[in-house]
């Protein structure tokens, strides 16, 4: 059991917060993807509707740099209309003009709200701690994986649950408000913040991120293209997030290692895991396979590069907001459309030769890095 000093009942709340808001996430990248397919649109239609959410997730960080402060005020009401977005969801899915908008409402709303939990979980708990909270984001994601692909039968099933998702995640992030004791003062020294400073390693977290588009985006669609029902695919997105938890639970010691070297082998298993669902999309076994470097490619680097970019700026809660905009945001974003135009037999294979650029990239960072220092 995690104890927290001075902070009682955070840890369950937080974990709640985090289970919810990462089942919402599940239903909306493993099912919805497929919903839309359903309802007549594109590849192409879907690649764009999924990056207008991480697209909004990019300008955040821009606006709250030189507009706004991430107060409680604003956080709650990114609770209240990410929940309204989905709502409007029910209405709008079967135009696309309309559901690209909401998306855009949508993404906004939870660019937000993460990143204030993010900053309240940091601030209260132990790197250990945090870990073995986090994870309850997981056990969400595989829990809504495994439950809709047993039983989602109709296409607007999914979009109630995602509402239900939302509205929970809404509830638990209200109580959360109450232990915030960080200060939203923007910091004097924030117009010294400088992504070009370490360029390299920026892009590198962007051609990371922009590789997974068609694995967050299409991989349902794909598995199930070749004849993998949907109940296994469930099974194998839950089997990742599975090996994502024990990666998160044991993940400590390596966290006190040279983080550079553990992003650079985790960004190279992550193009050999796509490699494979390239070279081996029919296979049911090869495809776990690829799934359990998602403890890798996702959970290992992930915290990796969280705490490399703490390492790096003293403006720890702008580079935090930073990177989500520019990794899931941007890269998500790219990802995302470039998926919908790529979709076919050769798309993970291109995506593993996005990744190995990332890479690439991140070596020039580590040079450069060097030279600087």
Request: hydrophobic fraction near 55%; charge should be positive.
């Given at each position: 059991?995690?104890?927290?000093?001075?902070?009682?009942?955070?840890?369950?709340?937080?974990?709640?917060?985090?289970?919810?808001?990462?089942?919402?996430?599940?239903?909306?990248?493993?099912?919805?993807?497929?919903?839309?397919?359903?309802?007549?649109?594109?590849?192409?239609?879907?690649?764009?509707?999924?990056?207008?959410?991480?697209?909004?997730?990019?300008?955040?960080?821009?606006?709250?740099?030189?507009?706004?402060?991430?107060?409680?005020?604003?956080?709650?009401?990114?609770?209240?209309?990410?929940?309204?977005?989905?709502?409007?969801?029910?209405?709008?899915?079967?135009?696309?003009?309309?559901?690209?908008?909401?998306?855009?409402?949508?993404?906004?709303?939870?660019?937000?709200?993460?990143?204030?939990?993010?900053?309240?979980?940091?601030?209260?708990?132990?790197?250990?701690?945090?870990?073995?909270?986090?994870?309850?984001?997981?056990?969400?994601?595989?829990?809504?994986?495994l439950w809709l692909g047993k039983v989602l039968e109709a296409p607007f099933e999914a979009l109630y649950?995602?509402?239900?998702?939302?509205?929970?995640?809404?509830?638990?992030?209200?109580?959360?408000?109450?232990?915030?004791?960080?200060?939203?003062?923007?910091?004097?020294?924030?117009?010294?913040?400088?992504?070009?400073?370490?360029?390299?390693?920026?892009?590198?977290?962007?051609?990371?991120?922009?590789?997974?588009?068609?694995?967050?985006?299409?991989?349902?669609?794909?598995?199930?293209?070749?004849?993998?029902?949907?109940?296994?695919?469930?099974?194998?997105?839950?089997?990742?997030?599975?090996?994502?938890?024990?990666?998160?639970?044991?993940?400590?010691?390596?966290?006190?290692?040279?983080?550079?070297?553990?992003?650079?082998?985790?960004?190279?298993?992550?193009?050999?895991?796509?490699?494979?669902?390239?070279?081996?999309?029919?296979?049911?076994?090869?495809?776990?396979?690829?799934?359990?470097?998602?403890?890798?490619?996702?959970?290992?680097?992930?915290?990796?590069?969280?705490?490399?970019?703490?390492?790096?700026?003293?403006?720890?809660?702008?580079?935090?907001?930073?990177?989500?905009?520019?990794?899931?945001?941007?890269?998500?974003?790219?990802?995302?459309?470039?998926?919908?135009?790529?979709?076919?037999?050769?798309?993970?294979?291109?995506?593993?030769?996005?990744?190995?650029?990332?890479?690439?990239?991140?070596?020039?960072?580590?040079?450069?890095?060097?030279?600087?220092?």
């Open positions: 059991m995690i104890q927290i000093k001075h902070f009682g009942m955070l840890p369950p709340f937080l974990g709640a917060y985090y289970f919810f808001y990462f089942a919402l996430v599940g239903v909306y990248v493993i099912f919805m993807p497929k919903v839309l397919v359903d309802l007549g649109y594109t590849a192409m239609q879907v690649g764009i509707v999924y990056a207008a959410a991480p697209f909004m997730r990019f300008l955040l960080p821009f606006i709250f740099k030189h507009y706004l402060k991430l107060t409680p005020k604003v956080y709650l009401f990114s609770l209240f209309f990410s929940f309204v977005a989905t709502l409007i969801f029910l209405g709008t899915v079967r135009n696309f003009e309309l559901y690209l908008i909401a998306n855009l409402l949508f993404g906004a709303a939870m660019g937000v709200s993460l990143p204030y939990v993010e900053t309240i979980a940091l601030a209260s708990l132990t790197k250990t701690s945090y870990g073995k909270v986090r994870l309850w984001g997981s056990i969400g994601f595989m829990a809504i994986a649950y995602l509402s239900i998702m939302t509205f929970l995640t809404l509830v638990f992030g209200l109580i959360l408000a109450k232990y915030d004791s960080t200060s939203h003062d923007q910091a004097d020294d924030d117009a010294s913040f400088s992504l070009s400073r370490y360029w390299a390693f920026w892009v590198s977290v962007f051609l990371m991120q922009m590789g997974f588009g068609g694995f967050y985006n299409f991989f349902t669609i794909y598995e199930t293209s070749h004849g993998i029902s949907l109940e296994m695919t469930s099974w194998m997105w839950s089997f990742g997030v599975v090996c994502e938890i024990i990666m998160l639970y044991f993940q400590g010691p390596l966290l006190q290692r040279n983080l550079l070297n553990i992003l650079q082998f985790a960004i190279l298993v992550t193009s050999l895991r796509w490699l494979i669902l390239y070279l081996f999309p029919e296979s049911v076994v090869w495809t776990f396979a690829s799934q359990s470097l998602h403890a890798v490619s996702f959970a290992l680097y992930h915290t990796a590069s969280i705490t490399y970019v703490f390492s790096l700026y003293s403006q720890k809660k702008l580079a935090q907001q930073f990177f989500l905009g520019i990794a899931f945001g941007l890269g998500g974003s790219v990802g995302a459309v470039l998926s919908g135009q790529i979709y076919g037999e050769k798309m993970f294979l291109i995506e593993a030769l996005i990744t190995f650029m990332a890479f690439i990239v991140l070596w020039i960072h580590q040079k450069r890095k060097e030279s600087i220092v």
